[in-house]
């Protein structure tokens, strides 16, 4: 009789919801819209070996009336990757969003910014339902619309638990250890070949995924089921500093520096134009220091792109 009362429960709130779903598709911002489409189809599952978690989407605010938002709001979807990109709607959500946010406002466009896993945030982006992804590289997606300018530089490193003795010393010495990689990440070309040739040999790669795969991935070398993971060296340092609770992993070696992108869909027919606008902008905020005083709140010196 439960399972039954419960199917019945199931079918009415089904009932409910398509009575529903029109007019609340009329009256959502676009923003908000593309975020309740997202959790309507769920999400891709999860590709971590041997643990899952579902793909957390936050909804953005509704700071403007529709017909004003559909044509000038830029959606920017992409997982946390402090100080980079933050969680959505806290009080620091990332100096690239903050940059962004000025730059755009000053053109008369508003940022609605969301948070997803990284496959589910370039897979969406190719697909038109959000305009640009937030730190990414040009081997993420290269058919993506990249900017001239990058938002900032990324320092990529190797850890291990604090009890290794293991250094990197080429992709070689990646024999006989197991990589701890993020799904859809792109690290380097010669770690991304690597990857690609060992994904399905669980000796060798494992792919994370959800909406925390960094703190997963240190308890997994702390725990000894994993030996290596890559990961930026501030975007690591941020989550020992924020986080206290997280075993602090031992650094194994510099691995590989690139620029970091606000990079924007292919199918946006405005795509060109908006990373236009952002790199001059980026410019400008450099030139006035107005960069420098972004970094500063965040704890970080002006990085150097040249």
Not at 11 to 28: E, F, N, Q
Not at 105 to 128: K, M, T
Not at 140 to 157: C, R, W, Y
Not at 271 to 300: C, F, N, P, W
Request: glycine letters at 6%; aromatic letters at 8%; hydrophobic letters at 40%.
């Amino acid at each position: 009789m439960a399972g039954a009362d419960t199917k019945v429960r199931a079918r009415a709130i089904i009932s409910v919801h398509a009575s529903l779903h029109g007019t609340l598709v009329l009256l959502m911002p676009r923003a908000v819209l593309i975020a309740f489409l997202i959790s309507l189809t769920g999400c891709s599952p999860s590709e971590e070996q041997p643990v899952g978690s579902p793909v957390q989407v936050t909804l953005p605010s509704d700071k403007a009336q529709a017909k004003s938002r559909d044509e000038f709001t830029i959606v920017i979807a992409a997982d946390p990757w402090c100080p980079h990109n933050c969680l959505t709607g806290s009080a620091r959500e990332g100096y690239s969003i903050d940059m962004a946010r000025e730059v755009f406002a000053a053109a008369g466009y508003d940022i609605e910014y969301l948070n997803v896993s990284w496959a589910r945030a370039i897979q969406l982006a190719r697909e038109g339902r959000i305009d640009a992804v937030a730190g990414a590289f040009t081997g993420d997606a290269p058919d993506f619309v990249f900017p001239q300018e990058p938002i900032g530089l990324s320092q990529t490193n190797l850890y291990t638990n604090a009890a290794s003795q293991w250094k990197y010393q080429g992709i070689g010495s990646l024999k006989g250890q197991t990589l701890l990689a993020i799904n859809g990440y792109s690290y380097s070309p010669e770690l991304d070949a690597y990857i690609e040739r060992n994904l399905n040999d669980p000796n060798y790669v494992w792919i994370l995924s959800g909406p925390a795969p960094l703190d997963r991935a240190i308890s997994l070398l702390d725990q000894r089921r994993a030996d290596v993971f890559v990961e930026d060296e501030l975007v690591m340092n941020w989550a020992l500093q924020t986080q206290s609770n997280l075993p602090p992993p031992r650094n194994a070696g510099k691995f590989y520096q690139a620029p970091v992108f606000i990079a924007f869909s292919p199918t946006n027919p405005k795509a060109e134009e908006l990373a236009k606008v952002l790199s001059d902008g980026t410019r400008e905020l450099r030139q006035s220091g107005r960069l420098s005083e972004i970094m500063a709140s965040y704890g970080l010196p002006l990085l150097s792109v040249d």
